[in-house]
């Protein structure tokens, strides 16, 4: 993917997985804008070094992609630059679900694949309208654009996969940055400690990394699933608000 203008990770202490997912070469040989597209988990956090690093990115919104009950729990800050948050709840598989899956001592590492790969094509299926609105929101924010949920790796990689698509990234290439998220530092130790003090849950080390980690099979479910009901990413985009005109106007504003 070429030599690197800026790194990858922000040094965000208080956030995770927190980073510039532009950069990436496009079809046509154009490129995505560095420093206008991020990605990453939780901001409640932030230590004031954060903070000061987190007002440079000029970010325009800031699309939360949290359930609410996730968002009340964990707070983004409510002052300048965060006031710009846009609540956009995503809650895939009921959270009753969730929660007698993750306790489900029977269940092996294998069992959680499927959980998740399902979780991921449930994306695809049943949320056409929030990123619909995530759409909005990046057509008409005129600065930087930032999403998230609480781990920044599932609803936000979907997400972040989908922006990319529309740019006309490459599919093996926005594989690639979805896989950015096995590199994240203390991704694991945070869920291993959410699952804990959430859930009751202490995973064996195959079924932390199936839940705390992401894995090509889940992305590529997302992707089955958008070519089993849609045909083509392109026939999906266009279901959910990014037409030919919302694209043009989108790699007007973010490919150089």
């Not at 026939?235 to 037409?243: K, M």
């Amino acid at each position: 993917m070429g030599s690197l203008a800026y790194p990858r990770f922000l040094p965000m202490t208080g956030s995770i997985n927190f980073r510039d997912f532009g950069g990436y070469q496009t079809l046509d040989g154009r490129q995505v804008k560095w420093r206008t597209l991020f990605r990453c988990g939780a901001l409640s956090m932030l230590t004031d070094s954060d903070q000061v690093l987190f007002s440079e990115l000029n970010i325009g919104v800031i699309c939360d992609l949290r359930r609410v009950d996730e968002a009340a729990g964990n707070p983004t800050p409510l002052y300048p630059p965060f006031h710009v948050r846009q609540a956009i709840p995503i809650a895939p598989g009921s959270n009753e679900m969730l929660r007698q899956s993750i306790q489900d001592d029977s269940q092996t590492a294998d069992d959680r694949v499927r959980f998740m790969t399902e979780i991921t094509r449930e994306l695809v299926r049943n949320h056409h309208a929030e990123y619909r609105l995530l759409f909005n929101q990046l057509l008409d924010t005129p600065s930087g654009f930032l999403l998230h949920c609480s781990a920044g790796k599932d609803r936000t990689g979907f997400g972040a996969a989908m922006i990319l698509a529309a740019l006309g990234v490459e599919e093996s290439v926005i594989m690639a940055d979805y896989l950015l998220t096995n590199e994240a530092s203390c991704l694991r130790e945070f869920m291993q400690t959410r699952m804990r003090e959430h859930y009751g849950a202490h995973f064996d080390d195959a079924s932390l990394a199936a839940v705390g980690g992401v894995r090509p099979a889940y992305l590529a479910a997302a992707f089955d699933e958008i070519k089993r009901n849609h045909g083509h990413v392109d026939n999906y985009l266009e279901e959910i608000g990014v037409d030919k005109q919302a694209k043009r106007a989108l790699r007007a504003k973010l490919l150089v």
